[in-house]
Antibody, heavy 117, light 113 residues
Framework: EVQLVESGGGLVQPGGSLRLSCAAS????????MSWVRQAPGKGLEWVAI????????KSVDSVKGRFTISRDNAKNSLYLQMDSLRVEDSAVYYC??????????WGQGTLVTVSS | DIVMTQSPDSLAVSLGERATINCKSS????????????LGWYQQRPGQPPKLLIH???SRASGVPDRFSGSGSGTDFTLTITSLQAEDVAVYYC?????????FGGGTKVEIK
């Protein structure tokens, strides 16, 4: 079955760090751009970051630049998001998303990140 | 940044009737090199992740029922659900994937009248 499974979410204090992981199955991520997209409780979708197939190109939304780092390990068929200096406004469900080009075509179930003291 | 503006914020439609959702981008999302429009539509049912419905403004994704259709070009787009079914209750988002940052519309909630 083709799927993406996120893990690593949880409760963290402001200023803290978390590392999200995404395990892909049923397909090889080395053929795809991969992204993280987040959704705050009761709110809309916000794209966070994207990484090229070989990791040579990365882009992110301005609000996370310098704090979040997207990476991938194609040998492990996995995607990651290192989140540092977390803020209350980073609280959201974080989705791992496969890209057909930059079209977000397959979404995981998401992992919840709560930033609170 | 390309700003995506959806309307209405919500709508209630009777079962079997038509639902129409609009999306406007702040500039064209047509890719001149690929000769394609980089506009997608997603459905998000309650408690579920988004699901791709439409790509390239008008092409249905695999397995999507033909009651869903996309239209439009340039900066103005429409998602139409003909003959609304109970399982179509969801929030619908438009999305441009032409330029970074990738952006989404604010969403349109579709309910049964």
């Amino acid at each position: 079955e083709v799927q993406l499974v996120e893990s690593g979410g949880g409760l963290v204090q402001p200023g803290g760090s978390l590392r999200l992981s995404c395990a892909a199955s049923g397909f090889n991520i080395n053929n795809y751009w991969m992204s993280w997209v987040r959704q705050a409780p009761g709110k809309g979708l916000e794209w966070v970051a994207i990484i090229k197939q070989d990791g040579s190109e990365k882009k992110s939304v301005d609000s996370v630049k310098g704090r979040f780092t997207i990476s991938r390990d194609n040998a492990k068929n996995s995607l990651y998001l290192q989140m540092d200096s977390l803020r209350v406004e980073d609280s959201a469900v974080y989705y791992c998303v496969r890209g057909s080009g930059w079209l977000q075509d397959l979404w995981g179930q998401g992992t919840l990140v709560t930033v609170s003291s | 940044d390309i700003v995506m503006t959806q309307s209405p914020d919500s709508l209630a439609v009777s079962l079997g009737e038509r639902a129409t959702i609009n999306c406007k981008s702040s500039r064209s999302v047509f890719h001149n090199s690929y000769k394609q429009t980089f506009l997608g539509w997603y459905q998000q049912r309650p408690g579920q992740p988004p699901k791709l419905l439409i790509h390239g403004a008008t092409s249905r994704a695999s397995g999507v029922p033909d009651r869903f259709s996309g239209s439009g070009s340039g900066t103005d787009f429409t998602l139409t659900i003909t003959s609304l079914q109970a399982e179509d209750v969801a929030v619908y988002y438009c999305h441009q994937y032409l330029d970074s940052p990738l952006t989404f519309g604010g969403g349109t909630k579709v309910e049964i009248k």
